[in-house]
Structures are given as structure tokens and as C-alpha cells.
């Protein structure tokens, strides 16, 4: 399987989404809008902005893993899982704190977010065997 | 791909740079932690606010309550006690000279985040640096009748926001505030004397407010407050005294009414117990939540402060002196003091005891019903309501949480200077309160239209009855309109609140005819002259205030018309208390440029003949019938 093209093609998406997402955020400041921005929803707004951010990261971190892969003199130990879990992680991330946002209990999110430690494992581990193929000699 | 083998290389090196940075940011944080309370603690010449016997702040609080802090965050609440520094006085002491003060004029400076006062020193009664100025003999000095010598100060601490702005200067003895001989009035954007602030008879012994704050104030206006004086405020000379007065935190914050956290927020770090206690949508055991206590408990939590209570006795009040008041929210308010409530406990030992110390102790709080007529002390009115007293059922029993909540509602639109205002939950802002049980009420009961202020449950059950802080608030004991209980205490009552054009007979006539109400005997005047002015020209000093106040309420003017207030109002203008003078100048504010041909003609029972002109033989009678009892409120 081509895992560059896989992840270059996946960041690419996922950048146009999470950037759109970006701008919808933007609505909700420029219309007043009071679900998002009250003082009584100050979670549903931290939660909804890492969404987009990480979201946004990781799409670039997976066109820079795409380019990684085409560049690097090996492949990770075991490269579809590490593709899968990297992937997974730039779902679950931004997804956790995005449902963390939508139904939340004062200051604490609320259960989606639970999404977001499974997605930062996953993502460290991609990271890991990434940076561990980039770092081998040819 | 040499970079990469670099770093490579270095990797063990860069592990250790992290666990490195990681514990350089946890020992910052801890130092900051530590560092701040230090500093709370090397403060000099003021209270301190220390976290302290399981409180923990609101800052605590904040992180998981952030909409909660919000709301108290804007509340006038958390401003009652601020650490005066610029952005938290509501006056301007940037070079400023103010002549309306006790005493000799006063000078403000401000330097840099400093404010700096310069008056005549409230305590200096023997007049030390005399300048041979007689002053008036309610002032400082007033009774030795030289000028007390000019003092300057920092100003270290306010009071109050929201009607009026005290400020507190340290004295430099301990940890002993004084108070400014003026104080700010947020509405008028003005200042006045102290004394003028407040209702005293004019005349009379000048009353050092010095060490009022941490032996008085500190209970109330902070969380966790402790006097800490080294005997109880009173029982000797205020400066043979020190004091170490601290308090968790300055302002009536979270803990004030859920009661000590640090147990709860302990316990709540466990990210596990709280998403098991959200998903489950229980409560929470380690924290108290007044408005789902009993009725009678969670009024409590706001009785702790709105009631008119004393230490039963003096070990309680040295207890309390050491150690703040024992009271926490869930507890029963009445086991941990004594409620001043002359309906239940008027034979007490406790109630003679304080009357043989003060013969006016009830008098100026209470009517002579029982019913409480000060400001600040609500809980003494609801615990007295027959919506309280006599209710069975819990789910029917009317509690301060039955109309007020302390935190801003998310369907609540209004914005949130409106909601601070009172604290008045959104349904609670008309009939809603009162239809929550009299839903079946008949909408013909009020006999007024049905848009009319008149028709209002609030204006008729809960009149401008109580004063304080110069202005007239509604009374909290639940009452109806009754000529009997006017003519028995010299309470005005609803209708002639409303009404003042009218008389006690007309009244008892309406109250008669429509709810049947038996019309009581009225003499010559009660038949004959309007309520309000027989208030107003013959009753004492805290009558006269609440019909002064009537006479520029919009509702009564639509009412009564209004070419006839001036006239009153500027005879009460002239009035020998300060606070009544006030409201009345206040009133007639409210009225258009005085005209005598708009006066009405011929109406007797407003004391105004056919020509125009008053009667004034009516009217000095009545004056000199007036009831010049010394008032002083308890405010």
C-alpha cells in the first residue's frame, strides 16, 4: 500500500475540513452566537477551539508523515499499523473535543472527551515509530 | 540524514531535558503558590484574606464552576469587601477635594496604585492640633468643641458598590481599620458625610466607626471572616487594641453559602468520581447546595447575613472573635445565635437582657407588630410570612430561593446589571413568584387593570416598608394591605403607598367593599387628610423617609397625580435628619418645574384650599404633633 500518498491525500482532506471548521467558528463569534460564546458555555468554547486546532495540526502532520514516508531511507517496523494509528489518532482527537463540547457538566467536558486520550496514545505511538524510521541510518 | 543521526544521538539527552523542564514547572508552580500566600500574610495595616479551617477560595471554585464564578463573579456580592486599589473604587482620588465630610474638608491623592487620604481624625476627641473651629457637636471634637488634628492615611479597603462606596483607611495600629468621614454615592456619582448616610437624629455624640470593620463588618462582607481582636469589639478602648483580622476571602464568595470546600474539590480530582456523578446527575455529598436544601434551611444559608440576630452570650461572642461564626450553610441558623424576632421570643432571657442595655433595641428594627422595618434583615420578614409559616407542604414553602437565585440562569435574557440588581430569578420578576402556589387566584382579585401596577402582587403584598442605606425597599414579611395594622404601628400601608392622595377612610372603605375587611374607627384626621401627608407631617423620621421615597415612585405619581408632591417634598427637604432631607430632594427630582396654577384646587384631604393655597393651620398642628422620637436605624 502507498501509506505517502495515503497520508498526504488524508492531511489534505482533513486540513479542508478542520479549516472550514475554523470559519464556522468564526460565525458563532461574529453572529453573537450565545450557545457558543455565554460565559455559561466557556467549556462548549475551549472544547469546539481545540477541536479545530488539533484537527488542523494533525492534518498537517499528516502531510508532513506522507512526505516522511516518501523521504525517509525506511519504513516504520510495522507500517500499517502505524499508518492506522495515526489516522485514527487525527480522528479521535479533534472528535473527542469536539463531542466534549456538545453536552458538557460546568467545567468538566463531557464523556466524548474520553476519545481524547485513546487519540493522544495512538498518536504518540505513530509519532514514535515514525521518528524511529526517519532516525535509522540507509 | 546527518541531522537526523544527531539527534539520534542525543536522545537520551533530550528525555532528560524534559523530565528536566517538567520538574522546573511543577516547583514554579508550587513556589508561585507558596509565595502568594506569603504575601497575603506580610501585609501589613489590613485584614488579610488566608485560605484557611477547609475554605478554599473562589479561585478554587473557578475551575470547575466557571459559569457559577461568572455570575458571582458580577454579583454585588463578591464587591461588598474589595482591597481598595484603583479599578475597585467607584470614586475618583486623583487629586480630588471633597468638602461633604464629617468634620473639615478631605483631601484624596492617588500614587501610582495607592490611594491616600487626608481629613481630620475621626478619634481625636481631645482635638490635639487645635485650630480653635468650633465644629457641630456630632462631628470629631464636637464635644470638646475644637478641631481635631488633620491625619493621612491610606485608603486600603472599600465597602460596597452597588448603592453606596465606604472606604477604610488603615490606621496603623494592627491590623485596624478606620473609616473616611465620607462616603461615595454610586448613583449620584457624589459624595456625603458619613453621618448624613445613615438615619441618625441630628446632634447627638460623634461614633468612631474605627475597628467597626473587623469587629462588625468582617462577619458578613467576607467568607470565613475572624475578627480576631484580641478581645471582643467594645470591651475596651479600640485603640488599646490589636487585631490579626483575616478572612478566606473578601466578598460574600462560593464558600459563604455552599459552606467550606476543600473536602469537595478534594475529592473531585478524581476525574473518575466526577464523570460518575455527571453521567449518574446526583448530587454530591462533600458540597452543599443551598437551593436544594428544606425551605427553612436554605433560607437559612441567606439569614446567616439578612437576619437581626446577636450572640446569646458572651462566650459565644468571644468563640466567634477567635474564631469566626460557627454557622455553616446546612446547619440550623437559630442554634448558633440568637434571631432577634419579637413575635417568638419577646419574653426571652436573651431579649431582656439586651432591652435592659438598650431600651430601643427592638424599636428601631422592628414595628411595633414585630414586623422587621430595616434594611438587610429580609430572613426576619420571610420567617414571619404566612407563605413560610403556616405552609405544610415543602414543595409550597416560599424561601429566598422561592424568588432570588445567586447565579444568572442560562434562559435568562436580561442582562446581567438588571439580574444583579436584586438577584430576582427571571420568573420572579412579576407574578410569577406568587402564581407558583396562588395559581388558582382569581384575576379580578387585585381589583386594578390587569396591566396596572396595581395589579401587581409585589406592590400590594410586599409594600416599601423597610429602609435603609437611603432608600426604601420592599418588606419581606408577606402581608396585606390592613388600615388596622397602620393605625396600630404607623406603618403606611399599600394601598396609601400607591395612593397618597387618599385617605386611611377611603382605604378602609376599598378594603371593605372589596375583601371585606372590617373598617376600624379612624378619628377626625385618618378620615379626613391623606395618609401620606399625615405621614409626612407628624410621623417620626423613618415613616416620613418611606413616604418621601413614595412620593417619587412613578407608580404612586400616576396614581395620585403629581402638582402636589413639590410642595411636601420641599417641606421635607427641610427636615432635621439628613437621611429624610436626602430622599426627599431625591423625590422631587423626579417632578416637573413646580407650578402653583397646576396645584389642584379645593381638595381638603391634600390640605389645599379653594384659592390655592395651603391650610396652614392644618399643617402646623400636625407638626407640631410630629412624633420626634430619636430614630436610629440599625443599617
Redesign the interface.
Known amino acids: 500500500m502507498d501509506y505517502a500518498r495515503r497520508h498526504i491525500r488524508f492531511g489534505w482532506w482533513s486540513l479542508l475540513v478542520f479549516a472550514s471548521a475554523g470559519l464556522v467558528l468564526e460565525s458563532l463569534h461574529g453572529f453573537k452566537v450565545r450557545a457558543y460564546l ?6 462548549r468554547r475551549l472544547m469546539w477551539t481545540l477541536a479545530h486546532a488539533h484537527g488542523t495540526l494533525l492534518a498537517l502532520v499528516n502531510v508532513a508523515a506522507g512526505l516522511t514516508w516518501r523521504a525517509a ?1 525506511s519504513m516504520p517496523a510495522n507500517p500499517r499499523l502505524t499508518s492506522t494509528s495515526l489516522i485514527a489518532a487525527s480522528v479521535l482527537l479533534p472528535g473527542g473535543f469536539f463531542l466534549g463540547g456538545v453536552a458538557f ?4 467536558p463531557g ?1 466524548g472527551t474520553l476519545l481524547v486520550p485513546i487519540g493522544a496514545v495512538l498518536l504518540l505511538f505513530a509519532l514514535f515509530s515514525i521518528a524511529r524510521a ?2 535509522a ?2 | 540524514m546527518q541531522y537526523i543521526r544527531r539527534i539520534s544521538v542525543s536522545r537520551s539527552h533530550l528525555i532528560l531535558v524534559a523530565l528536566v523542564i517538567a520538574a522546573a514547572g511543577l516547583g514554579v508552580a508550587r513556589v508561585a503558590r507558596i509565595e502568594r500566600a506569603v504575601e497575603e500574610s506580610r501585609v501589613a495595616g489590613r485584614p488579610v484574606q488566608l485560605p484557611d479551617e477547609g475554605f478554599v477560595s473562589s479561585q478554587t471554585c473557578r475551575a470547575c464552576h466557571p459559569s457559577q464564578y461568572q455570575s458571582w463573579h458580577r454579583s454585588y456580592h463578591r464587591t461588598m469587601t474589595q482591597i481598595a486599589a484603583p479599578e475597585n473604587v467607584a470614586a475618583s482620588f486623583d487629586g480630588v477635594a471633597v468638602d461633604a465630610a464629617s468634620g473639615g474638608p478631605m483631601a484624596l491623592e492617588q500614587h501610582g496604585r495607592e490611594l491616600w487620604a487626608e481629613f481630620d481624625d475621626p478619634d481625636d476627641a481631645e482635638g490635639r492640633g487645635r485650630r480653635g473651629v468650633r465644629p457641630p457637636s456630632d462631628e470629631p471634637g464636637g464635644q470638646t468643641g475644637v478641631r481635631p488634628r488633620r491625619i493621612k492615611r491610606q485608603v486600603v479597603m472599600t465597602t460596597g458598590s452597588h448603592h453606596q462606596q465606604i472606604y477604610w483607611y488603615a490606621t496603623g495600629s494592627s491590623r485596624i481599620l478606620g473609616q473616611l468621614p465620607a462616603i461615595w454615592l454610586t448613583a449620584d456619582r457624589r459624595w456625603i458625610p458619613r453621618r448624613a448616610a445613615v438615619m441618625r437624629p441630628p446632634g447627638g455624640a460623634h461614633v468612631s466607626e474605627t475597628g467597626g470593620w473587623n469587629g462588625v463588618c468582617v462577619a458578613c462582607h467576607t467568607t470565613n471572616g475572624q475578627p480576631q481582636l484580641d478581645t471582643p469589639l467594645g470591651s475596651q478602648p479600640i485603640f488599646t487594641q490589636t487585631a490579626d483580622t483575616r478572612a478566606t476571602e473578601f466578598g460574600i464568595a462560593c464558600e459563604s453559602c455552599h459552606g467550606p470546600s476543600d473536602a469537595h474539590a478534594r475529592a473531585n480530582r478524581n476525574p473518575i468520581r466526577r464523570y460518575a456523578s455527571h453521567v449518574a446527575a446526583r448530587g454530591d455529598a462533600t458540597i452543599v447546595q443551598p437551593a436544594k436544601l428544606p425551605p427553612a434551611r436554605s433560607s437559612d444559608v441567606c439569614g446567616q447575613c439578612h437576619s437581626f440576630w446577636e450572640f446569646a452570650d458572651q462566650a459565644s461572642e468571644r468563640r466567634a472573635n477567635a474564631h469566626g461564626l460557627p454557622y455553616r450553610p446546612g446547619d440550623e441558623l437559630a442554634a448558633t445565635r440568637f434571631i432577634v424576632q419579637p413575635t417568638r421570643n419577646l419574653d426571652s432571657p436573651e431579649m431582656r437582657a439586651f432591652l435592659e442595655a438598650d431600651a430601643g433595641f427592638i424599636r428601631d428594627i422592628f414595628w411595633a407588630d414585630g414586623m422587621v422595618r430595616a434594611t438587610g434583615r429580609e430572613y426576619n420578614g420571610l420567617v414571619e410570612s404566612p407563605c413560610f409559616k403556616n405552609a405544610t407542604d415543602p414543595a409550597r414553602t416560599m424561601s429566598c430561593f422561592s424568588c432570588h437565585t445567586m447565579h444568572q440562569t442560562a434562559d435568562d435574557l436580561r442582562p446581567v446589571s438588571e439580574w444583579a440588581n436584586d438577584q430576582l430569578a427571571a420568573h420572579a420578576t412579576g407574578n410569577g413568584a406568587c402564581v407558583q402556589c396562588h395559581e388558582r387566584l382569581s384575576p379580578t382579585h387585585s381589583h386594578h387593570g390587569q396591566d396596572s401596577s396595581g395589579s401587581s402582587c409585589y406592590n400590594c403584598h410586599m409594600p416599601f416598608t423597610t429602609y435603609g442605606l437611603l432608600k426604601t425597599i420592599r418588606s419581606h414579611q408577606i402581608s396585606s394591605p390592613s388600615v388596622q395594622s397602620t393605625l396600630a404601628t404607623g406603618r403606611p400601608n399599600a394601598c396609601n403607598l400607591c395612593h397618597l392622595d387618599k385617605t386611611l377612610a377611603w382605604t378602609a372603605q376599598y378594603l371593605n367593599d372589596w375583601y371585606g375587611v372590617a373598617k376600624p374607627s379612624l378619628d377626625a384626621d385618618e378620615s379626613s387628610v391623606a395618609a401620606s401627608v399625615l405621614v409626612l407631617l407628624k410621623g417620626d423620621a423613618g415613616q416620613r423617609a418611606i413616604v418621601a421615597e413614595s412620593m417619587g415612585w412613578s407608580a404612586a405619581q400616576q396614581a395620585s397625580g403629581r402638582a402636589w408632591l413639590a410642595p411636601y417634598l420641599a417641606l421635607t427637604a427641610k427636615d432635621s435628619y439628613d437621611a429624610v432631607r436626602y430622599i426627599a430632594s431625591r423625590s422631587q427630582r423626579t417632578l416637573p418645574p413646580f407650578r402653583r396654577e397646576e396645584l389642584p384646587r379645593n381638595s381638603p384631604q391634600l390640605l389645599i384650599k379653594a384659592d390655592g393655597t395651603f391650610n396652614a393651620d392644618v399643617v402646623n398642628r400636625l407638626v407640631r404633633a410630629r412624633d420626634n422620637r430619636r430614630v436610629v436605624y440599625r443599617e
Open positions: 455565554d460565559t455559561a458555555n466557556e467549556t531511507p457538566y460546568g467545567g468538566d464523556v526517519a532516525s541510518s540507509r
